[in-house]
């Protein structure tokens, strides 16, 4: 690309996607979490197991605020050409 290129935003679907994915890693991760933490009350896990759950429940929710903003943040900093040969994106 030369110096030339016309850089656009990407259209505001791709954020929505972004978002729809990041929204689905961590609820997923969060379910995980919960199921584990749920699973040690019920089979009676030794105090570290336990921990180890509650901690991976603090990892799904600090996961979701985090994937959301690096959604925002990549979709506010990343742009893309349409060349006559290839489409370019730049990050950044």
């Keep these: 690309m030369d110096e ?18 990041a929204g689905l ?10 199921g584990c933490v749920v699973w040690s009350a ?8 336990i921990v180890a759950a ?4 603090a990892l799904a929710g600090v996961a979701l605020i985090a994937g959301r903003l690096r959604c925002r943040y ?3 900093f ?4 349409i060349g006559p040969d ?4 730049r990050h950044g």
């Design 4 to 21: 030339t290129t016309q850089w656009k935003e990407l259209p505001p679907r791709v954020r929505s996607v972004w978002m729809t994915v």
């Design 25 to 34: 890693e961590s609820f997923t991760l969060i379910c995980v979490a919960v």
């Design 42 to 49: 019920m089979n009676g896990w030794g105090v570290w197991q």
């Design 54 to 57: 509650a901690a991976a429940v």
């Design 74 to 76: 990549a979709y506010a």
């Design 78 to 81: 990343t742009r893309y050409s």
């Design 86 to 89: 290839d489409i370019c994106v």
